[in-house]
C-alpha cells in the first residue's frame, strides 16, 4: 500500500468523493487518502492492507429501513444488528440493500462506499464502537483507497446520529 497522488483512475479518491471533500473544508484528507495495489472489498482485507486493527475500519452499509435507504456507520470487527436498528428508527421492517439501491442513493460501488460524499442525503446512524479509537479509516469512494479521520469528526460530517446497533455476543 501506498500514500499516492493517483490511483488506477487517475486520482487517489473518487471524484465526487473529492468533489464533498473540498465542500466540506477537508481537501487537506486528499493528501492523506491511500491507494491498494488490489481491491479491499471487506474490512478484514482493507485492515490487513493498512496494518490496522479491523475495529478501525468504518464501514459504511446501507440497509432499506421501512424501503427508505439509511447509512449505518459500523466498526470492521462488528456485525448489524437489524433488530436494533429496527427499534432505533421505530421501523416495521430492516434489511440490507441491494447492490443497485446502493449505488443510485450513494453513486459509490459497494466495497467503496465512503461516509459521506453521497448523491442523495440518507439518514445516518453510527455505531458508539467506532468511538473506541482515536483514528478510523473509511473508504474513500473506491475499494482501492481509504482515508483516515479521527471518528468524531467523520461521524460529524458524516451527518450520524449515535447508536448502539452492534450485534452483541450473549
Given amino acids: 500500500m501506498t500514500t499516492a497522488a493517483t490511483d488506477h483512475e487517475g486520482s487517489a479518491a473518487h471524484p465526487r468523493f473529492a468533489e464533498a471533500l473540498r465542500e466540506m473544508g477537508l481537501l487537506e484528507v486528499i493528501g ?5 495495489p488490489d481491491a479491499a472489498r471487506t474490512a478484514p482485507e482493507a485492515a490487513a492492507a493498512i496494518g490496522c486493527e479491523l475495529s478501525q475500519i468504518c464501514k459504511s452499509l446501507i440497509f ?3 424501503d427508505v435507504p439509511v447509512l449505518v456507520l459500523m466498526d470492521g470487527a462488528s456485525r448489524v444488528d437489524l433488530e436494533r436498528v429496527r427499534q432505533e ?3 416495521q421492517k430492516v434489511t440490507r440493500a441491494k447492490a443497485d439501491v446502493v449505488r443510485e442513493t450513494t453513486g459509490y460501488a459497494i466495497g467503496g462506499v465512503p461516509p459521506f460524499g453521497h ?5 445516518v446512524l453510527a455505531d458508539r464502537s467506532l468511538l473506541d479509537h482515536d483514528l478510523v479509516w473509511a473508504a474513500a469512494g473506491t475499494p482501492y483507497t481509504v482515508f483516515p479521520m479521527e ?9 450520524g446520529i449515535l ?4 450485534e452483541r455476543s450473549e
Fill in 151 to 159: 471518528p468524531r469528526t467523520l461521524i460529524a460530517h458524516a451527518g
Fill in 89 to 91: 428508527l421505530g421501523a
Fill in 64 to 66: 432499506a429501513v421501512d
Fill in 163 to 166: 447508536a448502539d446497533v452492534r
Fill in 32 to 36: 492523506q487518502v491511500r491507494r491498494f
Fill in 119 to 123: 448523491r442523495t442525503t440518507t439518514r
